[in-house]
Structure formats: structure tokens, C-alpha cells
Nanobody
Framework: QVQLVESGGGLVQPGGSLRLSCAAS????????MAWYRQAPGKQREFVAT???????NYADSVKGRFTVSGENAKNTVYLQMNSLKPEDTAVYYC???????????????WGQGTQVTVSS
């Protein structure tokens, strides 16, 4: 079993910054990719950013140039640095991981519990 634990959410004023963290633990053989998604009230969950095991990144158009995803392999942790935050960035942010489990060497997707980000003056 694998667990993902997010942290770093909170209340920030427009134009401010936050850094989210997501730490994976458990029966991890290999982390293939990790990603961030978000869900605003009344809306569907949407993709934000992803990073592969090789360091390749991809971003939603709405966050390009403002958000940066990075990883720390030794800690099985992914970060999302969010700058120039806007009220429309308000959402619950979820970590997602594509992990090969050492119990059967199959890949599985896991979700964290989510962390609230509120951008408001």
C-alpha cells in the first residue's frame, strides 16, 4: 500500500505565493510520475502540473509561468511552487502518483487527501 500526504495549503492574498508538498511512502518500487490536480467548488477536478521520473514537466495553460513543479527523489516528494496567485486558483489541490508497487511490480495510481488553497484579499 502507498500513502500520499500533502501539506502547505492555506490562505494567501492575490499576488502571493505558496508551496505545496506531497510525500509518498509505503510499498514503493519506483515512482514513475507525480502530478497535481485541483478542484474548485462546483467544478470538475482538473490537471495542474506533472513531473516524470526523468524530470520532464508539463503544465496546464492556466498556470504556465506562475507554477513550478519539482521533485526530490531521495524523499519521494514532489513540490508545487505557486507564485502570482489569483482568486481563480482557489481550490482543493490533490497529489497524484503513478507508482510501481514492489509487492507485484505493477503500476498503480494513488491520490492524496487534498489540501485547501484559498486566494483572497
Amino acid at each position: 500500500q502507498v500513502q500520499l500526504v500533502e501539506s502547505g495549503g492555506g490562505l494567501v492574498q492575490p499576488g502571493g505565493s505558496l508551496r505545496l508538498s506531497c510525500a509518498a511512502s509505503g510499498s514503493i518500487f519506483r515512482i514513475n510520475a507525480m502530478a497535481w490536480y485541483r478542484q474548485a467548488p462546483g467544478k470538475q477536478r482538473e490537471f495542474v502540473a506533472t513531473i516524470t521520473s526523468g524530470g520532464g514537466t508539463n503544465y496546464a495553460d492556466s498556470v504556465k509561468g506562475r507554477f513550478t513543479v519539482s521533485g526530490e527523489n531521495a524523499k519521494n516528494t514532489v513540490y508545487l511552487q505557486m507564485n502570482s496567485l489569483k482568486p481563480e486558483d482557489t481550490a482543493v489541490y490533490y497529489c497524484n502518483a503513478d507508482i510501481t508497487d514492489f509487492r507485484d511490480y505493477n503500476p498503480y495510481h494513488y491520490w492524496g487527501q487534498g489540501t485547501q488553497v484559498t486566494v483572497s484579499s
